[in-house]
């Protein structure tokens, strides 16, 4: 078996719904609303008032800090206000709202589709140029992609991971993305193998994807130190630590990141967002997102500027079926429930599932039966009845020495218990507690 060795589940994928769907472009929303942030780190702060004018990829927030990203404009027309908004999940949030006037682009970008394959930037020239375009993590993450590319002293990088993955049932964006764009994600490959001075990078595939693995593994076969791995599937395949010990068999210890074992990983997605960065100078201002669910009149995947609102998108998808019952940011796994589809898409945004109701009613809660599935499938080898018992009963330091952030809240745990416990969203919540004590933790040290 080609996969990873530790826990995991086989949810049916669901694909099927917009596998194969071209990626259609989304028209322009009339208002852009784009919050300040849309990534892991310190907000962005504005360089830009209310009254100003902007064009396309126009910046307009500075990042906060090193572990922070700015972002651009992905409209044009004029500042209508900067303000506070309240995203898709309820989160209150500091956003710039765009009048759109038309569709007008910074001339400095290449709007041109040929591929620009050769790279003649240094390393640090590419960084750099990452860094400034607002690239971050678009597997789910968010996490600044300038910050992978520069290790920690001691630390060097020796293969790139690539993300192709895609194993949350439903999305079917990445997929979409390499049969479409790979050729563009070959270049960002070769470029980020630049960038980190390495030259091996593995493209991890599932093998429900087989004619992905083919187009990438021709494309991979003219391309020195690049290997197609298709992988069985088995959920979260997608997690960084699972898809290293699936691809070079390397296991990250715990609270450690990639790097320790000399990789670095990064999704298709964010790799095709290098190369317009660096070959195109544009900065992240779109991305292709899923929109899926089993009565879903229009299933399909679309380019969405960030700041249209989802229910535009949703629209073009033939409309929310009458009979939903959830409509869930991300994949029935790992995403969460959504309060309001008139907030804008942002980079965090993958895709949404709208659920009929009959599979969004919650089943009853039984008591724990002390059978251990939710032990043997934790992927991070974690103990999910205990932890949830603890978070329930507000046990935060237990719960850090069972180390709880060790969690990447993959939903395995809960997916296979029979008692239909609701074990992700107390370890979620008391994940989110015992993060902010250790962050206190740490400020008092500085
Ligand atoms: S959600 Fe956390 S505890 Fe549950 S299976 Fe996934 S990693 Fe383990
Ligand atoms: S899977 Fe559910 S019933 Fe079984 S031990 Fe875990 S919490 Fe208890």
Partial sequence: MTTFRIG???????????????????????QAIIPLVQHIGAPAQPVVQKGDKVKVGQLLAQAGGFVSAPIHSPVSGTIFKIDRAVDAWGMAMQAIYINVEGDEWDESIDRSEKLVPDCKLEPK???????????????????PTHVKLMPPPGKTAEVLIVNGVECEPYLTCDH????????????????????????????????????????????????MGVSVMPLDLRYPQGGEKQLIDACIKRQVPS???????GAVVDNVATIYAVYE?????????DRVITIAGKKVAKPGNFRVRFGTPLSQVLE?????????????GGGPMMGRAMSNVDMPTNKRVSGVLLMPKEESVRKEV?????????????????????????????????????????????????????SNRPLLDYIRMGKAKVGGILRARAAQKK
Wanted: charged share 20%; with cysteine; proline share 6%.
């Fill in 176 to 223: 979409q993305l390499m049969l479409e764009h790979g050729e563009e994600i070959m270049v960002g490959i070769k470029i980020l193998m630049k960038a980190l001075g390495i030259s091996k990078a593995i493209i991890g595939i599932e093998k429900n994807k087989p004619d992905a693995i083919q187009h990438m593994q021709e494309l991979a076969s003219k391309t």
């Fill in 366 to 418: 039984q008591n724990c039966i002390r059978c251990a599935k939710c032990v043997q499938a934790c992927p991070m080898g974690l103990e999910p009845y205990l932890l949830s018992k603890q978070s329930e009963n507000q046990m935060w330091d237990a719960m850090e020495q069972h180390s709880i952030m060790d969690c990447i809240e993959c939903g395995c745990c809960q997916f296979t218990c029979p």
């Fill in 277 to 285: 960065a660096v070959q195109k100078n544009k900065p992240l201002i």
């Fill in 125 to 143: 020239e590419i960084i750099s140029k990452i860094q400034n375009a607002g690239i971050v993590g678009l597997g789910g993450a968010c996490f």
């Fill in 8 to 30: 995991g589940v086989h949810p049916h994928d669901n694909k099927e719904y917009s596998a194969h769907k071209p990626i259609v472009d989304v028209e322009l929303p009339k």
């Fill in 255 to 261: 609270g450690a990141l990639p790097i320790e074992v």
């Fill in 316 to 328: 073009l998808a033939g409309g929310i079926p009458a009979d939903t019952g959830k409509i869930i």
